[in-house]
């Protein structure tokens, strides 16, 4: 069964302190995994597509990385505006509906 | 550009009414799929269209769930007979290309008193 788990449920930082976001996998064929950003109240917002295991993907504070069994999100020097709840999903070859973890809740602490 | 829209964003039901969501998605966008997600949870896939065609409604929990995009546009979730586990927020996503990264929108909150 296909199956996305991520670590922590929530973690908070203090602003400036670098750290990572776990997503672990399982995927009958892998098609694509996905990081999204979700804000109280609104739609997720995509961030990141990675194919293949060894890819890296960077956007401003935030650089995702993959494996054959997991992906990191890695956050530097994070700004109170990077608070959100951070989403993982994967997309299995045979078929195109997304299958998502729970997420991790990130607070930053001024 | 315009991004996805749904509407309404809050919906209020009784028990045993039928309910209509609708979503607009980024024009030209072949791709559309309609998620459910629970308080702290991640979305749950529902039904996925490519075009017109309703090519998966795997995860339609009942047969009072139905969807449709009769002019590969705009779609609708309809609910049934709602009842109070089918309170959750409803999120409607597209695509630009099959396979490709999805788009979503602000979701519609349903809750059935």
């Known amino acids: 069964e296909d199956q996305v788990t991520q670590s922590p449920e929530a973690l908070r930082l203090q602003e400036g302190e670098s750290s990572s976001l776990n997503c672990s996998y399982t995927v009958s064929g892998l098609r694509g995994l996905f990081w999204y950003r979700q804000d109280p109240g609104k739609g997720p917002e995509f961030l990141f597509t990675l194919y293949s295991a060894g890819e890296e993907k960077e956007k401003e504070r935030l650089k995702a990385t993959l494996t054959k069994k997991e992906s990191f999100l890695h956050i530097t020097a994070p700004k109170p505006e990077d608070s959100a709840t951070y989403l993982c999903?994967?997309?299995?070859?045979?078929?195109?509906?997304?299958?998502w973890g729970a997420g991790t809740k990130l607070i930053i602490k001024p | 550009g315009a991004g996805v829209s749904q509407s309404p964003r809050y919906k209020v039901a009784k028990r045993g009414q039928d309910v209509a969501l609708r979503c607009d998605p980024i024009?030209?966008?072949?791709?559309l799929f309609w998620y459910q997600q629970a308080l702290g949870q991640g979305p749950e896939f529902l039904t996925y269209?490519?075009?017109?065609?309703?090519?998966?409604k795997s995860g339609l929990p009942s047969d009072r769930f139905f969807a449709e995009r009769p002019e590969g546009s705009v779609s609708t979730l309809k609910i049934q007979r709602t009842q109070q586990e089918d309170s959750a927020v409803y999120l409607c996503?597209?695509?630009?290309?099959?396979?490709?990264?999805?788009?979503f929108g602000p979701g519609t909150r349903l809750t059935v008193l």
């Open positions: 999903a994967v997309q299995a070859v045979s078929n195109y509906q997304l299958i």
């Open positions: 024009s030209g966008h072949v791709s």
């Open positions: 996503a597209s695509s630009p290309r099959v396979g490709g990264e999805q788009f």
């Open positions: 269209f490519q075009n017109e065609a309703q090519l998966d």
